[in-house]
Structure formats: structure tokens, C-alpha cells
């Protein structure tokens, strides 16, 4: 079956614009979880969505926030953008959530803040 | 505040040879513990999850241990191979359904 699939795969925006960026799970999977990787760093947690719900949500400003579907397609802004929301974004889906096991992972969005 | 240490150092390892990447962790009591690989410029895949009551999970050339009292995860490729090289991630996880990342052992093996 198809993976999970993130969209767009790479972007360019300037400081103070916002973004949005688009996750679609695996068939069947009702979590999606959000993270930011830069380099040196760990993947930082930043929310689990499992339907249509917000179950857990990391230590980011509200500039961070995202949002599920009814068809558990999930997406995630932020706004006022910083130098330092320059990452990679990665959305992650499971069948029953973030702490009953193996995470898919997609490929990211790359976020370049200029 | 809770911290996930994982070797910051490139891990150089001779093919055939086996693996070994530390996970450590402290002010923190994870239920249980996930490993991921990273290529470049790719999200992490899943290998291997282990929870407190197991001290040890075996899959193929993997091995993975998890010792609550040293607090602390080792992660071992048998056999190693020149396709094992990349990025390897420990994710502890807590009952609050959390999962905190290290930032990862980039492992290369070298034919």
C-alpha cells in the first residue's frame, strides 16, 4: 500500500510569511504526528492528531499548529515564519498512535526561511 | 529535564564486523524504546521497538538491549555490511505516549 506522502517536498519563504505543509497517511492509519529535524538535533516532537483530535502536543509556540481531516489527512502551519523554522518537517502515521509502536514516516518538507 | 544521549561521533566500523550504538538516557523512565534508521535526506524507518519488561529483541542481524537500571539501550549490527551505514536513531518513549528522539549515531561501515 501507498506510504505516507508529504507535500510539498521542499519550500522557500521569507521571514513573517507562513506556510503550510500537508501529510497524508497510510490507508487506514488515524495518527499523524508532526516533527522538526535540524541538523545536530533530534527530531523534535511538535503534535499527534489521531481523529481529527489533538492528543499531544510538544513544546513550540502557537506560531506552530496543524490540523486532521475527517480522512486523517493532516496539515500543519506556521505562521509569522523565523530564520529559525528553517527544517525539515516530517509527519509520521500510525494505526493506533505514537506510543503503541512502529511510526511510518514520510519523506519531509524541507522549509527554507530567508 | 529529560535527555537522550547518543554517540555525537561518526561510529567507523569494518565490514563483516559488528556494530555497537549506545542510547542513554536520564531524569526519565520510558515504558519503552524504539530505533530508527535515517538515510540522507529520508524520514526514519522502524527497526526495532523494545518495552521495560524485555532486556533483550533480536531481528535478523539486529539486536537490541534495554537496561532500566544503567539506563540505557545498546544497538548491535552483526555482520555488518557497507548498506548498514547511515544515521540510527533511539526514541524512548513514555507513558504519556511521548516519544523524545536522540539526536542519532551516524554509523559507516567501511568495505
Known amino acids: 500500500k501507498a506510504g505516507v506522502t508529504q507535500t510539498p517536498r521542499y519550500l522557500i519563504k521569507t521571514r513573517g510569511q507562513q506556510v503550510t505543509l500537508s501529510c497524508s497517511p497510510i490507508s487506514g492509519h488515524r495518527s499523524v504526528s508532526w516533527y522538526q529535524q535540524t541538523p545536530g538535533q533530534g527530531l523534535q516532537f511538535l503534535f499527534e492528531?489521531?481523529?481529527?483530535?489533538?492528543?499531544n502536543k510538544g513544546n513550540f509556540p502557537g506560531r506552530f499548529s496543524g490540523r486532521q481531516f475527517s480522512n486523517s489527512r493532516s496539515e500543519m502551519n506556521v505562521s509569522t515564519l523565523e530564520l529559525g523554522d528553517s527544517a525539515l518537517y516530517l509527519c509520521a502515521s500510525s494505526s493506533g498512535g505514537i506510543n503503541t509502536g512502529e511510526l511510518f514516516f514520510g519523506e519531509g518538507s524541507r522549509l527554507t526561511v530567508l | 529535564s529529560q535527555k537522550i544521549e547518543q554517540n555525537s561521533e561518526a561510529l567507523n566500523i569494518q565490514e563483516g564486523k559488528t556494530a555497537t550504538l549506545t542510547c542513554n538516557y536520564t531524569?526519565?523512565?520510558?515504558?519503552?524504546l524504539q530505533w530508527y534508521r535515517q538515510d540522507p535526506g529520508r524520514g526514519p524507518v522502524f527497526l526495532l521497538l523494545?518495552?521495560?519488561n524485555e532486556k533483550e529483541k533480536r531481528k535478523e542481524r539486529l539486536k537490541v538491549t534495554f537496561d532500566t537500571t544503567l539506563k540505557q539501550s545498546l544497538f548491535h549490527i552483526t555482520a555488518s555490511q557497507p548498506a548498514d551505514s547511515a544515521t540510527y536513531l533511539c526514541a524512548p518513549g513514555d507513558s504519556n505516549y511521548q516519544l523524545i528522539w536522540g539526536a542519532g549515531t551516524k554509523l559507516i561501515i567501511k568495505p
Open positions: 492528531y489521531f481523529s481529527e483530535t489533538q492528543r
Open positions: 531524569n526519565y523512565s520510558p515504558a519503552y
Open positions: 523494545i518495552r521495560e
